[in-house]
């Protein structure tokens, strides 16, 4: 079964810090993407990748960087972390070869204080 | 801009059959219809997928309108298991982004 693994279930940060959110999968997907979950907004695409290296700006890209450095690992970062981040954030990967289907990750609940 | 309407939640018995609407009124002809479900504490998974015909697979079927404008996940005999966040998402090409909308809260009663 595909693995996507992201590496901290819980983080909690202060406003202004730096934050890393990382994303690993084992299935060599060519596609990887980042969603942010809110109560009452469902997810928001941040921010995709369909290649190392490549990057599109998803629905909400703003005060989000990512970077995809090797295929199989896909960062977020905040570059200053404010409290309208606060947030469930679920990473996903996909293959691209024909039809496939989403696998995500059990999600990093983030709280910016 | 999700794209698809769902209704905010729906109940279910335990045992019984479930249909689950999504309106996706402005679907192109190459626009493909997908189902992800979330359960409690967990990121969302696959339910199904379809273009024009039914479809059917382990988990449900998808009954897709003639006009394509509307279709119905259906759990066949819900479980409490099956108690989640069920998505209805519309997308253009195999790599493109898949948006998420709000989901039908589907709470199943033993």
């Known amino acids: 079964d595909v693995k996507v693994t992201q590496s901290s279930r819980y983080l909690v940060k202060r406003t202004g810090e730096k934050v890393f959110l990382e994303c690993v999968q084992d299935?060599?997907?060519?596609?990887m993407f980042w969603y942010r979950q809110d109560p009452g907004l469902g997810l928001r695409l941040i921010y995709f990748?369909?290649?190392?290296?490549?990057?599109e700006k998803g629905d909400i890209p703003e005060g989000y960087s990512v970077s995809r450095e090797k295929k199989e690992r896909f960062s977020l970062i905040l570059e200053s972390a404010s409290t309208n981040q606060t947030s469930m954030y679920l990473c996903?990967?996909?293959?691209?070869?024909?039809?496939?289907?989403?696998?995500f990750g059990s999600g990093t609940q983030l709280s910016v204080l | 801009d999700a794209k698809t309407t769902q209704p905010n939640s729906m109940e279910s018995n335990e045992e019984e059959p479930v249909h689950l609407p999504c309106n996706h009124s402005?679907?192109?002809?190459?626009?493909?219809i997908h189902w992800y479900r979330q359960l409690p504490s967990q990121g969302p998974e696959y339910v199904i997928h379809?273009?024009?015909s039914n479809v059917n697979n382990r988990m449900a079927s998808l009954a897709i309108a003639e006009d394509r404008k509307s279709s119905t996940l259906i759990l066949h005999r819900a479980t409490l298991r099956d108690a989640a966040v069920y998505y209805c998402?519309?997308?253009?090409?195999?790599?493109?982004?898949?948006?998420f909308g709000q989901g039908t809260i589907l709470t199943v009663h033993p």
């Open positions: 998402i519309r997308s253009g090409t195999s790599y493109g982004k898949l948006t």
């Open positions: 379809g273009l024009t």
């Open positions: 299935m060599d997907h060519e596609n």
């Open positions: 990748s369909y290649d190392v290296k490549m990057k």
């Open positions: 996903a990967s996909r293959t691209d070869r024909g039809f496939e289907k989403l696998f």
């Open positions: 402005t679907i192109s002809g190459t626009d493909y």
